[in-house]
């Protein structure tokens, strides 16, 4: 039971464009969202995250928006760069589920920035 | 400020030993979590500490143990192990304590597993 949903494995980008990453869940207790970036042999490191009270949160190039009708939130990356290339992860986290704080991840999305 | 750091970076095992994983938290984080990563996959969660007791617990068997000690640096054990328990071993540390749920962990860099 895949709770948290990202379907697309892999985006390639042109640098200087927008990078669009996808997410979807199925949770309705699910209340707080967050993505991370992860390189090959490090640690997921965290980017940005987005509350349901809201529907959008902005850091820098970075900005996350949230559709809780839809049980959908995007990451939206302007300018793209080329040390944006990682493998996106979106999780989930909520009141009630068993271990407050445990995060519920995607599958990943591999993000391709191209010069 | 030091970040989550884990011991040992790789570790190679055969089936049905026994391993030791070590996390130290980042400074003034009280709030341990482990999570398994399978290769293409995303983390998983296996189980939280919090105070030296177990907050929590993923859908893994009991041959995962864990343990937190008073500065808060914890320990993932994983008995009897088999071939699926191949992956990347992932500590998260955050400052609050599980009531606040809306709050961000940070990831160590893990240490990938392989059994053979």
């Known amino acids: 039971d895949q709770q948290v949903k990202q379907n697309s494995p892999s985006l390639s980008v042109q640098e200087g464009r927008i990078s669009i990453l996808n997410c979807d869940y199925t949770?309705?207790?699910?209340?707080?969202f967050l993505w991370y970036k992860k390189y090959p042999a490090e640690g997921p490191t965290f980017l940005i995250s987005i509350s349901s009270i809201k529907d959008k949160n902005e850091d820098g190039r970075f900005t996350v928006f949230l559709n809780k009708s839809a049980k959908h939130l995007s990451l939206h990356i302007v300018p793209s760069q080329p040390g944006d290339s990682a493998v996106y992860f979106c999780?989930?986290?909520?009141?009630?589920?068993?271990?407050?704080?445990?995060?519920?991840f995607g599958q990943g999305t591999r993000l391709t920035i191209n010069p | 400020e030091t970040g989550v750091t884990q011991s040992p970076t790789h570790l190679i095992k055969t089936r049905g030993q026994q391993v030791t994983l070590r996390c130290s938290s980042q400074s003034g984080h009280n709030t341990v979590s482990w999570y398994q990563q399978a290769l293409g996959q995303g983390p998983q969660f296996i189980f939280q500490?919090?105070?030296?007791?177990?907050?929590g617990r993923g859908n893994f068997p009991p041959r995962f143990s864990g343990l937190q000690f008073p500065n808060y640096s914890s320990e993932l054990n994983v008995n009897a192990l088999e071939l699926d328990d191949s992956a990347l071993y992932l500590c998260?540390?955050?400052?609050?304590?599980?009531?606040?749920?809306?709050?961000?962990?940070?990831f160590g860099p893990g240490t990938r597993l392989l059994v053979l």
């Open positions: 999780a989930a986290s909520g009141r009630g589920i068993q271990g407050a704080q445990k995060l519920v």
């Open positions: 500490y919090y105070r030296e007791e177990e907050n």
């Open positions: 949770n309705s207790m699910f209340d707080y």
């Open positions: 998260a540390s955050s400052p609050l304590g599980p009531a606040n749920y809306q709050e961000t962990q940070y």
